[in-house]
């Protein structure tokens, strides 16, 4: 076995298929009323994401966000639909331009303890 992937015959095969589906789905993406719903929706689930990747760096990763109630089959969603999206994981992804202040954030209220 060459890699993780195997020989690579199912990640071709996704590969191709997401290339015809792309090449006859993104003309309706773009030119009909469907459009704005899936970009809405695709809105929302990058905000959802960018937001988990706040919290992920407030709360230490992993077991912060446990401690919030978060669960950890969630927690591994998650980062699952990160790693997807974004193309890293929570805790190696840099947004330009934000910066997140942890010791401001909880001397602003927030708190290291899941029960605030």
């Known amino acids: 076995m060459p890699s993780a992937e ?5 990640k071709a095969a996704w590969g191709k298929y997401v290339s015809v589906t792309n090449r006859y ?3 309706v993406i773009d030119a009909t009323p469907l459009g704005d719903g899936i970009r809405s929706v695709s809105a929302n689930s990058v905000s959802d994401l960018v937001g988990f990747w706040v919290l ?3 709360y230490g990763g992993f077991e912060g966000l446990q401690g919030l109630g ?3 089959s969630s927690i591994f969603r998650k980062v699952a639909m990160f790693r997807k999206i974004f193309g890293k994981h929570p805790d190696e992804f840099t947004l330009p331009g934000v910066t997140i202040d942890v010791k401001a954030y ?11």
């Open 6 to 10: 195997g020989r690579g015959l199912a």
């Open 25 to 27: 789905l993104q003309p």
């Open 56 to 58: 992920w760096h407030l």
């Open 70 to 72: 978060m669960s950890r």
């Open 106 to 116: 909880l001397a602003g209220g927030g708190s290291e303890d899941s029960g605030n």
